[in-house]
């Protein structure tokens, strides 16, 4: 009465359940993973130095959703990590910077530029001194 077809539906019903069980963890996972990314968990310093030179004005679309975020001027500059690894950084502004000001910016994956402050020369890290202007002395 209990032939093999029996023991075979119990089997696929255990390995449906453990593969189930297991794409699950692996969504949950994910998804805490990308949380805990986006929420700004993982985020770098980067140091740059104002070129007023290399900005563009924005100009907003209106609309709902605005992709400006409001802000008029957008600064495309080279930026340096504590490593003095360098990449290009954009991030937007509502007035135009000192120029020659040296910023450390926030920087989060996806999100990029997050906040700034303006610091002086001798703050920067080494390596990024080394890609910067120094400041001039009178």
């Not at 910016?105 to 996806?110: H, Q, S, W």
């Amino acid at each position: 009465m209990y032939g093999p077809e029996k023991g075979d539906a119990n089997m696929r019903t255990r390995v449906a359940m453990v593969v189930g069980f297991s794409i699950a963890a692996v969504a949950v996972a994910v998804a805490i993973a990308g949380w805990w990314v986006l929420s700004g968990n993982i985020n770098a310093a980067y140091y740059t130095q104002v070129d007023n030179a290399r900005t563009e004005e924005l100009e907003s679309r209106g609309g709902v959703i605005d992709p400006t975020g409001g802000m008029s001027l957008l600064y495309r500059l080279p930026a340096y990590d504590e490593q003095g690894n360098g990449r290009e950084v954009s991030f937007g502004t509502e007035r135009q910077l000192r120029e020659g000001a040296y910023l450390k910016l926030e920087v989060e994956p996806i999100r990029g530029v997050v906040g700034w402050e303006e610091v002086s020369f001798d703050e920067l890290p080494q390596e990024a001194q080394a890609h910067l202007d120094g400041p001039v002395r009178p």
